[in-house]
């Protein structure tokens, strides 16, 4: 891949920590400690600090052999601010521990930290710490997002009430798309690697994959709107899945409609192209770090002057359940994993 190719053990463990951090600036007001001691000081100013992590495993979230470094770089951080963006607070801060083998150079951490460092510029975040440790089996990535919010602003999963609009942002199922095309492209280059995937006409999807952003410009529109959504999620798991947590953690149930759901026109001919019908892949496709929201009735007129917010359905009682009413006017009970057809599945009523 790189005519030059630099081994992790010619800089040794704190050699490789300060290449990588070498560039390294910092933005945040607050940031009054960053790398280079035992650990990060930040003053918050009075706000409330909002705490994520999450883990990304070689092999189990992402495969380098579709996956570029430097979009691994940047979805990492993007996946870490999503979830902060999800409590409608400001990310400011990350750290991020990897652990990876000799298997990578220096030139291919290299390529990573690139695509983090551009996620650390556009999202306005400091690059605070992290650890640095050897893998036996695959590229390991960690990290922590930290937030700040006007204290007590910050929005839960459990405070939907009934009457509520149900809203997305964005649009569903392409991220679970563009991965079943990737993978796709995977088995037929291991059978015949001359032949090169051409996936330019299909940039939505694999962007959506490769490239997905936190929707931090939703969070900051809401604010400046003035509209505190009453509970709040991001989309990583699908928004079945989403939803029933909402409907679980705020005692509630919902309705949502299967004309109203967002679902791109690229995403519904590659559904079409695969035989799998659009409205699953937005229910249950993962990976659209979209954010789910609930708002209380009045605010509708507000909500629809934004043309990339949807609003899907509303909240019923917890006695209800949670449903799909579907285009021919049937009902389905929403499920929370899986990839079963509506055939499948039992009629609710
Ligand atoms: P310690 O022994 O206290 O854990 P380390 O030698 O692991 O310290 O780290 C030195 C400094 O470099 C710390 O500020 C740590 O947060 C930072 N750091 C270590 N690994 C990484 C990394 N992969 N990315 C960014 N910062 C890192
Ligand atoms: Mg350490």
């Not at 996956?67 to 990492?76: A, C, E, N, V």
């Not at 359905?313 to 949670?322: L, M």
Request: aromatic content about 6%; hydrophobic content about 35%; some cysteine.
């Amino acid at each position: 891949m790189n005519e030059n190719r630099t081994e992790i053990g010619s800089l040794g463990e704190f050699g490789l920590i300060d290449h990588l951090t070498r560039n390294n600036e910092t933005v945040q007001a607050g940031t009054l400690l960053s790398i280079g001691d035992d650990g990060a000081v930040i003053d918050h100013f009075g706000k409330q600090t909002v705490i994520s992590t999450d883990m990304l495993v070689e092999g189990v979230h992402f495969d380098l052999m579709y996956t570029p470094l430097k979009h691994l770089g940047y979805k990492s951080v993007a996946v870490n601010v999503s979830d902060i963006a999800a409590m409608m607070a400001t990310p400011t801060h990350i750290t991020l521990s990897i652990g990876i083998s000799n298997r990578f150079s220096v030139e291919a951490l290299d390529e990573f930290y690139t695509g983090v460092y551009a996620a650390c510029e556009q999202y306005n975040i400091d690059l605070v710490g992290g650890d640095t440790t050897s893998s036996s089996s695959g590229m390991i990535i960690s990290i922590t997002a930290i937030g700040e919010v006007t204290p007590d602003q910050f929005v839960t999963r459990s405070g939907a009430r009934k009457h509520d609009l149900i809203c997305v942002s964005g649009y569903l199922g392409g991220a679970y798309l563009g991965l079943q095309l990737l993978e796709r492209e995977k088995r037929i280059f291991l059978e015949n690697p001359s032949i090169q995937p051409d996936l330019q006409q299909r940039s939505h999807i694999v962007g959506r994959i490769l490239k997905p952003e936190a929707r931090t410009d939703i969070m900051e529109w809401l604010n400046e709107q003035g509209i505190k959504p009453t509970s709040m999620i991001d989309v990583s798991d699908g928004l079945s899945s989403e939803l029933l947590h909402i409907c679980r953690q705020s005692r509630c149930g919902c309705v949502i409609h299967e004309e109203k759901l967002p679902v791109h026109d690229e995403s519904r001919e590659v559904a079409m192209e695969f035989g799998v019908d659009p409205t699953m892949c937005a229910l249950n496709g993962g990976e659209d770090y979209e954010l789910l929201f609930t708002i209380p009735q009045a605010d509708y007129d507000k909500i629809t002057a934004h043309e990339g917010i949807s609003v899907i359905g509303y909240i019923t009682e917890e006695e209800e359940g949670a449903h799909l009413i579907t285009r021919s006017n049937n009902k389905h009970a929403l499920v929370a994993q899986g990839w079963n057809a509506f055939g499948d599945q039992k009629n609710a009523n």
